[in-house]
């Protein structure tokens, strides 16, 4: 395989926002070095100021219809990818308004917290235009980087370096996973760009490969079996971290899982259907049975998680696309009410120090404010009309009793109530419950901001959906015209589905 | 049943909505007077705009009245889609109407949080008017979901039971996992939709609109899992036997004014004949449907009846007779004949006054006593005249005296019932007899004979309020009962398209190739 590389500029335009987020990034280093004593709150600014630019450039590529692919096909711009890049550098910049306050928890290195949150952000850039198996690895492996360090952030805290050390070696065991999965579908096909697959022969290696390959993104993503690693390192984390690992890597990854079985795999639907039907179910039941019984706000949103990406892998399984648009349409919903939560538990942890369910008694007479807003997004996450967690839900349910996969809905039905019973009782334990200490809540403004951001984004969402699903439409339709193999996607026989 | 009259004046969603802003203004308000001032307005308010509706309302038509139509989510076929007919028009009134007196009954009643009381009340009579308001499948599951949130509010924070927490968790639940079956069903009839609109090549390719989803055909075998996945929604909800150990718990340990709502809005069956009956004709009418439906109806008829008898506890012999009464709605739905289908109509309706207003009644019981234990009263007709005769007079409607509004309606279904098939008529007029008993032993207990130890002597009549209400309640026993013909002639229409609709099946539209337009 000859590799030259030539580059023209209109090549590097469609990598603009990478590069200009990577320029920004180091500039952030930069003025870290060249001003210690610059409060932490300017360069927090300067940092969302630049992510801020990165989402306007990739807003503008996807108003203009900018794409195109580069690398010889290993990096591919869609309005697919241009959908995942605004989902995570939005996951960002929320992420890094709702850390200011708790990054005075560090004792050393602040400004680099900030650095490595963007760096990862870059990673996951990439990640969701890898087109071929390298990319995948080298994008992977990037963005994971960052989180390595970040998990372990807090230095003194025991818990921390649990979270640290437990997400490493699984994550390398992962990468190794993932590596040796490429290796072998590399051997087997002579093939590393998706598109290019679309005709291979099946045979045991290439099914182990995929299988391997499977696995590490479902380490990734935190599907059962592959979520040892989740409930550890969500309560070790910092809150922010924690926050930011539960929706952009997800994001991410599921832009890679997307294009390998909608590109590379199309052929084998029916078998790889049957794997993301268990591994939905599996998901979802064990995400919600444990979070029944848990005691610390951040674990029960961990398993709540799980169950949730089994809810999302509902979308995937029924491999049409309307499953993928009901996908990203839950996507955006999750990443609204989970990061509204996290934020809620942020400023929580900020004023009474604690994170265990607990201690939220009495929080709606402490802090009206916070009450609500959970409220807000538990129920959406449980999917109560009419917030945005319902739409999702119902969007995802609909393709999927569309595919007859009525197995997949009973269970994701009756996890619906399974979860309802958790959430109840954190807003039981909110309303109900007496408080141990009656003081009101100081909530920070840049926590309060983030609140209203997710609370406007859940209920705009499910009161007015229609933008949205407009938007995660058209963005699979342009990925199904992209670059080749658009038989891998049954169009439905309507040409547009919203007429009327 | 297709047909559609559009109103200039978007009047529904002003109902709809009037109760939730009224409570985001309630919010404003610290003084607690104001609070039940501007809740009682905001309710007398959506009482008029309930009663204009029904005065306009063209009686004797099966057309959909006072239609809004706007699109909210059209790639999934789902629209905010309002209308009221012969058969939801009643249900917006009576809604308003007991809203009004459970605003006038916490007047004095609610200890605790009056702002937040009045704000969840509202709040939970907007849900309840989307639930009767609404056509399309899934602006009507948004409200039947969100009805849970103020329920479980209220029955948690004002309930008076010890074991509140538990009823409140167990209404939700429950109500969900009917529901969520439920949606299922809705789905498949919106794939069904989806296919016969594909072959057709039409524009819209998905619908959740009533109207649109009546004019396809479907297959016998997926109308009757469709119909078994709607009767799970609205039997847990209802609650049909064996469903209902729920409404006992929420009915004995919540707020009167929540157990009013649960037991006089009929929201399950309500369900059945909005949409379970009209989309799957065929289903509805087929052997095996019918024989288990009437088979746990005149099961439940007896238990509830059985059950009620033996209760020492008032709000507890209301619950199993509630039961045993919803019974009768369901069989004369089934007897699926014209008397049965306005039999249970009505007696929907009227159970939103007796039964209501019986559960008025154990309030003032109540607030008197502390408890509706029967150890509690005895001979109490000598200290409070005026409560023994109300409580009378409703209980009489909720049997079925000749001049009550009972009577009509348990007269329609019995017909209907006969006319089906003389065994249901048979076994249904037994649970009549038990009504009797159980009622007429538990007031003679309660109210008459020697004084009971327990009755405090300070205890006094009915004042002023409790009057109102009752009188109120009375009013309307009296009318349907002696002058039935405004309110049937309002059903008439939609009955009659009914009955028309199950004769002819879902097959009868296969020939039209296009869905009836509804702009």
Same mark, same amino acid.
């Given at each position: 395989? %000859? ?66 692919? &580069? ?82 952030? +807090? ?5 921390? $370096? ?11 065991? *992962? ?13 087997? %096909? ?147 009410? $989970? ?41 959406? +996450? ?41 959430? =109840? ?34 209920? *705009? ?40 | ?171 939700? &639940? ?30 819209? %390719?998905?619908?959740?609109? +009533?109207?649109?989803? =009546? ?53 399950? %069956? ?28 005149? *099961? ?113 279904? =019995? ?5 089906? $098939? ?98």
């Amino acid at each position: 395989m %000859t590799f030259s590389l030539t580059i023209s500029p209109s090549d590097l335009l469609l990598l603009l926002p990478e590069i200009l987020l990577t320029c920004w990034l180091c500039f952030i280093l930069i003025i870290d070095f060249s001003f210690p004593r610059l409060p932490n709150e300017q360069l927090a600014y300067f940092s969302i100021a630049g992510l801020i630019a990165t989402l306007g450039c990739l807003a503008w590529f996807d108003i203009a219809g900018i794409t195109g692919t &580069l690398f010889a096909n290993m990096f591919a711009l869609d309005r697919m990818a241009l959908f995942f890049k605004m989902f995570i550098v939005g996951s960002t910049i929320l992420v890094l308004l709702a850390s200011i306050d708790y990054i005075h928890r560090f004792k050393f290195f602040r400004g680099e917290y900030y650095f490595l949150v963007m760096m990862s952000a870059l990673g996951m850039m990439f990640m969701a235009s890898a087109n071929d198996l390298l990319s995948v690895f080298i994008t992977l492996e990037f963005s994971t980087l960052g989180f390595y360090v970040l998990v372990a952030y +807090l230095r003194e805290d025991m818990a921390s $370096n649990e979270a640290g050390i437990k997400f490493f070696v699984l994550g390398i065991f *992962a990468a190794a996973l993932l590596a040796y999965g490429i290796s072998l579908v590399y051997g087997e %096909t002579g093939k590393l760009v998706f598109s290019d697959m679309t005709a291979v022969q099946a045979t045991p290696g290439l099914a182990i490969g995929f299988l391997l390959i499977f696995a590490a993104l479902g380490f990734k993503i935190g599907a059962v079996p592959f979520h040892s690693w989740i409930p550890d390192t969500y309560h070790g984390s910092p809150t922010p971290v924690t926050a930011f690992l539960s929706i952009a890597p997800k994001g991410a990854a599921f832009a890679i899982l997307l294009r390998m079985f909608f590109v590379a795999l199309a052929t084998f639907k029916p078998i790889w259907i049957l794997l993301l039907v268990a591994a939905s179910i599996l998901s979802m039941t064990y995400g919600n049975i444990v979070a029944i019984a848990q005691k610390n706000m951040k674990r029960l949103l961990a398993y709540s998680g799980i169950a949730q990406i089994g809810n999302i892998l509902i979308g995937l399984a029924a491999g049409t696309k309307m499953g993928s648009d009901a996908m990203l349409f839950y996507l955006l919903t999750y990443l609204f009410a $989970n990061l509204g939560a996290f934020a809620v538990v942020i400023a929580v942890s900020e004023a009474i120090g604690s994170e265990e369910i607990d201690d939220y008694s009495g929080l709606g007479r402490r802090s009206p404010f916070l009450a609500f807003s959970m409220l807000i997004f538990l129920l959406s +996450l449980a999917g109560v009309p009419p917030l945005a967690g319902f739409i999702g839900k119902l969007y995802i349910f609909v393709s999927a009793v569309k595919e007859g996969l009525y197995l997949l809905i009973t269970v994701g039905l009756i996890n619906v109530v399974i979860s309802m019973y958790y959430y =109840l009782i954190v807003v039981k334990k909110m309303y109900v419950s007496e408080p141990h200490d009656r003081s009101p809540l100081r909530v920070s403004g840049s926590i309060k901001m983030v609140v209203y951001v997710c609370l406007a984004g859940t209920l *705009a969402i499910g009161i007015y959906p229609q933008p949205v699903t407009d938007w995660v439409v058209s963005a699979i339709l342009m990925f199904s015209n992209f670059p080749d193999p658009t038989a891998a996607l049954p169009v439905p026989p309507a040409v547009t589905p919203f007429g009327g | 049943m297709l047909e559609e009259l559009a109103s200039t004046f978007p009047i529904l969603t002003c109902i709809l909505f009037l109760p939730l802003v009224g409570a985001a203004v309630l919010w404003l308000f610290d003084d607690e007077d104001m609070v039940k001032t501007s809740a009682l307005t905001i309710a007398l308010l959506e009482l008029a705009l309930s009663v204009f509706v029904l005065l306009r309302f063209i009686p004797d038509s099966a057309a959909m009245q006072f239609s809004e139509h706007v699109p909210w989510i059209p790639a999934l076929g789902i629209s905010y889609h309002l209308a009221v007919d012969g058969i939801s028009v009643l249900f917006v009134g009576l809604t308003a109407f007991l809203t009004v007196l459970i605003v006038i009954y916490s007047w004095d009643t609610v200890r605790h949080q009056m702002k937040v009381y009045m704000m969840a009340l509202l709040a939970l009579e907007t849900t309840t008017m989307g639930v009767f308001l609404s056509i399309d499948l899934i602006l009507f599951f948004v409200f039947w979901e969100l009805m849970l949130i103020p329920s479980y509010f209220l029955i948690k924070l004002w309930g008076g039971g010890a074991e509140r927490h538990y009823a409140a968790l167990k209404f939700v &639940l429950y109500t969900l996992l009917g529901s969520v079956f439920m949606l299922v069903g809705f789905a498949l009839l919106n794939i069904n939709f989806h296919h016969w609109a594909t072959l057709r090549h039409l524009e819209q %390719t998905y619908s959740f609109d +009533l109207l649109e989803l =009546l004019s396809v055909p479907i297959p016998l075998s997926q109308q009757v899992l469709i119909f078994w996945l709607l009767f799970l929604g609205f039997a847990f909800k209802a609650p049909v036997f064996p469903f209902h150990t729920w409404l006992a718990d929420a009915l004995l340990e919540g707020p009167i004014g929540m157990a009013v709502v649960l037991a006089g809005l009929k929201l399950g %069956t309500f369900g059945f004949i909005r949409f379970s009956i009209p989309l799957l004709p065929d289903a509805s009418k087929s052997e095996t449907v019918v024989a288990i439906t009437m088979a746990l109806g005149l *099961a439940a008829i007896l238990y509830g009846a059985i059950m009620a008898l033996v209760q020492q506890d008032f709000r507890r012999l209301l619950a199993f007779s509630s039961i045993s009464h919803l019974r009768f709605v369901v069989i004369g739905l089934f007897a699926l004949n014209y008397q049965g289908l306005q039999g249970s109509l009505l007696t929907m309706i009227n159970l939103g006054f007796s039964t209501a207003g019986l559960f008025f009644i154990a309030g003032f019981l109540y607030s008197r006593q502390q408890s509706t234990q029967l150890g509690s009263f005895g001979g109490m007709a000598k200290r409070t005249p005026l409560l023994a005769s109300y409580f009378l007079f409703i209980g009489l409607a909720g049997i079925g005296l000749p001049g009550t509004n009972g009577f009509v309606g348990e007269f329609l279904i =019995l017909l209907g019932a006969f006319k089906a $098939n003389w065994l249901y008529g048979g076994i249904a007029v037994t649970g009549v007899i038990f009504s009797a008993a159980y009622f007429l032993w538990y007031y003679e207990r309660s109210m008459l004979g020697p004084l009971g130890k327990a009755v405090k002597d300070s205890i006094s009549d009915l004042h002023p309020r409790e009057v109102f209400i009752a009188t109120a309640m009375a009013v309307m026993i009296l009318w349907i009962g002696l002058y039935p013909s405004p309110f049937l002639r309002m059903m008439n229409g939609s009955v009659q398209a009914l009955v028309d609709r199950l004769e002819r099946g879902t097959v009868a539209s296969i020939d039209s190739t296009q869905p009836v337009r509804v702009d």
